[in-house]
């Protein structure tokens, strides 16, 4: 079933090797080209765990970018890093990948935190020229309202795109939210999709060990050179 539904999603990126899978595998048929493109099947859909593939692509790209930052090399393991995000669930679902991510990022250990407020805050902006439109002169009394937020409201009203003010609908376009990191945390890292908190300290065993891994890459080198 797996190959079959397989090679139809092939078929027209691929003619002639979708065309011959397919004819291993349903001898009956006359071609994979007169079958109808595969649906979606929604049962199989876990929209968590794709969202937690997305979150691990970007902590590879955001872990290359700490280390250009902290310049420490890539075959130098780090101590360990924190993700941190506030869904539980999503944290758990990462679980499920961190043999990948641990060693995409290189790190010796991982640890998770919901606790954003410790190395984040929420900062909001008004689109002024959204919502001058919409308010008139009462964009001044929102502006005000705004500064006035708390984390937890910001981050209520990024999860749920939209929030009240008096008779207005304010949607997620006409204010601007984003996390920033507390200023004395150079070792913090944020994504649109979570934030890590790397461990900066490097030690002389973390560099002996990178050391020999490199000594390792080179004889690889070395060997498909020699072939």
Do not use: I
Not at 132 to 150: D, I, N, P, Y
Not at 204 to 222: H, P, S
């Amino acid at each position: 079933y797996v190959l079959v539904k397989f090679s139809q999603l092939l078929a027209p990126f691929c003619p002639f090797m979708a065309e011959e899978l397919y004819q291993n595998l349903c001898k009956q048929k006359e071609s994979v080209h007169l079958e109808p493109y595969p649906d979606e099947v929604k049962k199989y859909y876990n929209s968590l765990k794709e969202e937690a593939v997305l979150a691990m692509q970007q902590m590879v790209e955001m872990g290359r970018n700490y280390r250009e930052h902290a310049k420490v090399k890539n075959k130098v393991p780090l101590k360990d890093v924190t993700v941190v995000h506030s869904s539980e669930e999503l944290l758990n679902s990462l679980k499920q990948f961190e043999m990948y991510f641990k060693e995409e990022l290189n790190v010796r250990q991982v640890f998770y935190s919901t606790q954003e407020n410790l190395f984040v805050k929420w900062v909001a902006k008004p689109n002024f020229a959204l919502l001058g439109k919409k308010m008139g002169s009462k964009v001044k009394e929102f502006a005000q309202r705004v500064k006035e937020l708390t984390n937890e409201e910001l981050q209520l009203f990024h999860n749920n795109k939209n929030m009240h003010f008096e008779s207005y609908e304010v949607s997620f376009d006409e204010l601007l939210v984003s996390k920033v990191k507390l200023l004395e945390l150079n070792e913090v890292c944020v994504g649109s999709k979570l934030v890590l908190k790397f461990n900066p300290e490097v030690s002389k065993d973390q560099l002996d060990e990178g050391q020999v891994r490199e000594v390792f890459r080179k004889a690889q080198e070395m060997r498909k050179e020699m072939k």
